[in-house]
């Protein structure tokens, strides 16, 4: 039980560098103060004022911080752990290298927040808005993220793991060299989102509106794009292999030398989209739509083509070594690359066994 406190004990204890614990202060101004280095333990802070305070290298462990108000404190190399940060004010806060660490912070707001070198690790975070905040090298594993408030946000660097960000505001935010390993974002709108550099490894994002995004240089690996929106989305030199990409519309998408190998594209519309020298290895393009697209140099070695259409398509030097095409509409054939018998046979020798 939490045992009221007065402002002049609470900061000689702190002046004193001795832990403060199992108090309570109950609503009271801390604001504008110096209160860095303190160890705090148990205290109950909510509803309390720490706007505009020093409060760099702290531990806050199981404190209540719920309903307080942190605007503008400086939290570097702060820890927080299991503790209570629901409805907490972090706006225009610094938590540069803090850790927070299994603790509930829900419905709390880090607007224009700068979280560089951050971890959110296990814990609650959800309804939680991040709006306008510089977040960079800021890493959420195994945290309980759900409908985060990301609109007009700068995300570089970090690091999503396992998170769910279905249900959640992404408008006007931008992501660099982010990590979205195993990240459920099926069904969203991500249309004309720039995920530059992005790893969406093993992500979940079927049926998801990817339109118009900038996706060059991302990692979609074993990625669940079923049904997805990819028409005109940039995405040059990205990795798709061993994605879904079955039903997926790619009209018009800038593809220029991705890799799609073993991928499955089956009735995938392809239409006028650009890819040139992209590789195709022993995908399923089965039923696929290729009409119009920029196909020179593409690889389709050992691919599944049946029923594929490639009407209008420019397809000079492509290669078809060993695609299966039963029933596929290929025109410009004689522009292309077909069987290597000697690669054939390489491929089919066995060695003798004695």
């Keep these: 039980m939490s045992t009221p406190i007065s402002m002049a004990e609470f900061r000689q204890r702190v002046e004193d560098g001795d832990p403060v614990s199992d108090v309570s202060l109950g609503g009271q101004s801390l604001a504008a103060q110096n209160w860095s280095g303190a160890i705090f333990d148990s205290v109950d802070f909510q ?6 305070c020093d409060l760099r290298d702290c531990t806050f462990s199981n404190c209540n911080l719920s309903d307080a108000n942190l605007r503008a ?11 209570s940060m629901n409805g907490t004010a972090f706006d225009d806060a610094r938590l540069e290298q803090a850790n927070i660490t299994s603790c509930s912070v829900n419905a709390a707001s880090f607007r224009n927040a700068y979280l560089k070198d951050t971890n959110f690790i296990e814990g609650a975070v959800q309804d939680t808005v991040f709006c306008g905040a510089e977040i960079d090298f800021t890493t959420f594993v195994d945290v309980n993220l759900v409908r985060p408030n990301f609109s007009r946000t700068h995300l570089h660097r970090i690091v ?8 959640s505001n992404l408008e006007g935010t931008s992501f660099y060299l982010s990590v979205l390993v195993e990240a459920r974002l099926a069904g969203m709108d991500l249309g004309g989102i720039d995920f530059a550099c992005t ?7 079927a049926g998801a509106n990817l339109s118009g995004a900038n996706l060059e240089q991302c990692n979609f690996q074993g990625a669940d794009l079923r049904g997805a929106n990819l028409s005109n989305a940039r995405a040059a030199n990205a990795l798709f292999i061993e994605a879904n990409l079955a039903g997926c519309d790619l009209s018009g998408a800038i593809l220029r030398q991705a890799l799609l190998d073993k991928a499955c ?6 239409c006028g989209a650009d890819a040139y020298q992209t590789s195709w290895q022993r995908a399923d393009c089965s039923g696929a739509r290729f009409i119009d697209a920029e196909l020179t140099y593409a690889e389709f070695s050992h691919a599944d083509l049946t029923g594929a259409d490639f009407q209008g398509a420019a397809m ?17 054939r004689k522009q292309t690359l077909g069987d290597d018998p000697e690669r054939l046979a390489a491929e089919r020798w066995r060695a003798r066994v004695a």
């Design 47 to 52: 509803g309390c004022d720490l706007s505009r």
């Design 265 to 270: 594209a089956a009735e995938a519309n392809i």
């Design 316 to 332: 000079f030097r492509a290669n078809l070594h060993g695609v299966s095409d039963e029933s596929a509409h290929i025109p410009q």
């Design 73 to 83: 404190s400086d939290f570097e190399r702060s820890v927080f752990h299991q503790s």
């Design 199 to 205: 790893q969406f490894t093993n992500a979940n994002l």
């Design 160 to 167: 999503l793991l396992r998170a769910n960000l279905e249900g």
